[in-house]
């Protein structure tokens, strides 16, 4: 039998990007060209963590970040390689990375790179040698307009979630997808392979309002705060299923898709939670929100927090937003 070409239309994400840009008559394409670089850069790194065992880049440097983590070989990479996918693209003034230490300024802060972006090269590393999904998160925040050139770039990375102007990442899971929001809704895209591009397989994609899974490492349960292990014990009691992978970017893509709610609470060894705000919680928090869900740090919208450092921590409660609020009252109800 001859084969038929598939009905619909096929959508890049590069297309998808121009015509979003299309709604907005003041773009000037930059911002087009700026995603391009971190879907280039995203496909690189697809690139060696599908060939990780035959490519050597297995196991550790040797080394500790800034976070006092061991790096991962692919860590290492994946940081390179969106350094060199984005540090030409001359509208861009500074990046900066889960595994630097200070902002990298691309252009002279005077100059017209417009826009900041933050991201976490490769997300899950304890799951890279064991074949277990990991994946690229990213933000984009525009410079402001109020900071004297002389002052630094801190005070144009130590912005609120709320300002950003994108955010999105990449699962390298049984297929690769990338999601994104330029605050329109989230869209998602899946990297077909014979061609080289990710190709729209869901606009606007929503959140379930509620879903029976909770996703925590509850292996720290007796050093979490009162309310959640209160959560913990209600939820089992209603007969919620749970599910851990151990990777932010695949337990928000599932809770993204399947409803339900992910935490990483404080505990007594991370008394501000694992998890950073600038580059992990703020973008997965705009996608949560943009796809009808919430993120709270136990306290307030993830996305209202004035960041005071570049590699600040966050507890994180975020999916449904039932989910979220019950976590929330479990958590308001005392500790
Ligand atoms: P990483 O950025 O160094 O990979 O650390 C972040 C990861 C998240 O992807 C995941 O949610 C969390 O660490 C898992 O931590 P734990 O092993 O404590 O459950
Ligand atoms: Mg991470």
């Given at each position: 039998?001859?084969?038929?070409?598939?009905?619909?239309?096929?959508?890049?994400?590069?297309?998808?990007?121009?015509?979003?840009?299309?709604?907005?008559?003041?773009?000037?394409?930059?911002?087009?060209?700026?995603?391009?670089?971190?879907?280039?850069?995203?496909?690189?790194?697809?690139?060696?963590?599908?060939?990780?065992?035959?490519?050597?880049?297995?196991?550790?440097?040797?080394?500790?970040?800034?976070?006092?983590?061991?790096?991962?070989?692919?860590?290492?990479?994946?940081?390179?390689?969106?350094?060199?996918?984005?540090?030409?693209?001359?509208?861009?003034?500074?990046?900066?990375?889960?595994?630097?230490?200070?902002?990298?300024?691309?252009?002279?802060?005077?100059?017209?790179?417009?826009?900041?972006?933050?991201?976490?090269?490769?997300?899950?590393?304890?799951?890279?040698?064991?074949?277990?999904s990991i994946g690229t998160?990213?933000?984009?925040?525009?410079?402001?307009?109020?900071?004297?050139?002389?002052?630094?770039?801190?005070?144009?990375?130590?912005?609120?979630g709320l300002k950003q102007?994108?955010?999105?990442?990449?699962?390298?899971?049984?297929?690769?997808?990338?999601?994104?929001?330029?605050?329109?809704?989230?869209?998602?895209?899946?990297?077909?392979?014979?061609?080289?591009?990710?190709?729209?397989?869901?606009?606007?994609?929503?959140?379930?309002?509620?879903?029976?899974?909770?996703?925590?490492?509850?292996?720290?349960?007796?050093?979490?705060?009162?309310?959640?292990?209160?959560?913990?014990?209600?939820?089992?009691?209603?007969?919620?299923?749970?599910?851990?992978?151990g990777s932010l970017v695949?337990?928000?893509?599932?809770?993204?898709?399947?409803?339900?709610?992910?935490?990483?609470?404080?505990?007594?060894?991370?008394?501000?939670?694992?998890?950073?705000?600038?580059?992990?919680?703020?973008?997965?928090?705009?996608?949560?929100?943009?796809?009808?869900?919430?993120?709270?740090?136990?306290?307030?919208?993830?996305?209202?927090?004035?960041?005071?450092?570049?590699?600040?921590?966050?507890?994180?409660?975020?999916?449904?937003?039932?989910?979220?609020?019950?976590?929330?009252?479990?958590?308001?109800?005392?500790?």
């Amino acid at each position: 039998m001859t084969p038929r070409a598939h009905p619909r239309n096929i959508t890049t994400v590069a297309q998808h990007i121009i015509e979003q840009q299309r709604a907005h008559p003041t773009a000037t394409g930059q911002f087009s060209w700026l995603l391009s670089g971190i879907t280039l850069a995203t496909k690189i790194i697809e690139s060696y963590v599908r060939r990780a065992g035959i490519a050597n880049v297995f196991g550790g440097t040797g080394d500790e970040n800034v976070q006092g983590e061991q790096v991962q070989k692919l860590d290492v990479i994946a940081n390179e390689t969106i350094k060199r996918c984005l540090g030409y693209r001359g509208n861009i003034g500074i990046l900066v990375s889960e595994e630097e230490d200070e902002p990298r300024v691309i252009q002279n802060l005077k100059g017209d790179g417009r826009y900041v972006v933050l991201f976490d090269p490769l997300d899950g590393s304890s799951n890279i040698d064991v074949n277990v999904s990991i994946g690229t998160i990213f933000s984009v925040l525009a410079k402001r307009d109020d900071v004297w050139p002389g002052e630094g770039p801190e005070k144009h990375v130590l912005q609120p979630g709320l300002k950003q102007l994108a955010a999105g990442y990449v699962v390298y899971g049984s297929s690769t997808v990338l999601a994104y929001t330029t605050g329109d809704g989230v869209h998602m895209f899946t990297l077909n392979p014979d061609i080289g591009a990710f190709v729209l397989h869901q606009e606007r994609v929503t959140m379930p309002d509620k879903g029976k899974t909770y996703s925590v490492n509850e292996a720290y349960r007796a050093s979490f705060p009162d309310g959640v292990q209160r959560y913990l014990d209600w939820a089992k009691g209603e007969n919620y299923s749970l599910r851990y992978i151990g990777s932010l970017v695949a337990d928000f893509h599932r809770t993204l898709l399947r409803g339900g709610v992910f935490l990483y609470p404080p505990t007594k060894k991370s008394p501000q939670g694992k998890l950073r705000l600038l580059y992990e919680a703020n973008p997965m928090a705009f996608l949560a929100e943009q796809a009808g869900g919430a993120a709270t740090d136990g306290r307030s919208r993830v996305l209202e927090k004035v960041p005071r450092e570049m590699h600040e921590r966050t507890p994180l409660v975020i999916g449904s937003q039932q989910e979220v609020a019950r976590v929330q009252e479990f958590l308001s109800a005392g500790s």
